[in-house]
Structures are given as C-alpha cells and as structure tokens.
C-alpha cells in the first residue's frame, strides 16, 4: 500500500508526476484468487507542495543559526 512511483508520462515526457499506488488481492466468495487490483492516486501537487516544504525548512535552520545573536557575541 502507498507505494510511489515517480515517472513522465509518454504526452508530457518533460515532466515527471509522482503517483501513490496500491495493490489489492481480488477473491470470490469462497476465498479463491481472480486476480490484483491496483489503484494508482496522482500525487504530483502533493509531493512538489512538500518538497517546498522541506527546501524552506532547510533554508529557515540556516537563516537562524546565522542570525543567532547569542553565537556572534559570544
């Protein structure tokens, strides 16, 4: 479950999207196999709204251990 998968797709191959896959076990009534069912979610908004999210936490650490007045007068 939530599997991710990162690739073009073949109309837009300058662009990559991202996608949460899942994979499901398809039964009868009486248990026996017919098959697997995939549900694939794309999750391209979401994935590039965390990158961001990660890039601005990164560049805040930075920021502050540089404007620590506490360090610098030390």
Known sequence: MDLHHRAP?????E???VWSCSY???QDA???ALGVCEESID?????RAHQRLVLVNEAD???DTTLDLKKQTA
């Open 9 to 13: 797709l073949p109309v837009e191959p």
């Open 30 to 32: 009486c248990g026996s």
């Open 15 to 17: 662009r990559e999207f």
């Open 61 to 63: 650490t930075l920021i």
């Open 24 to 26: 499901y076990r398809l």
């Open 43 to 47: 999750t391209t908004d979401r994935y």
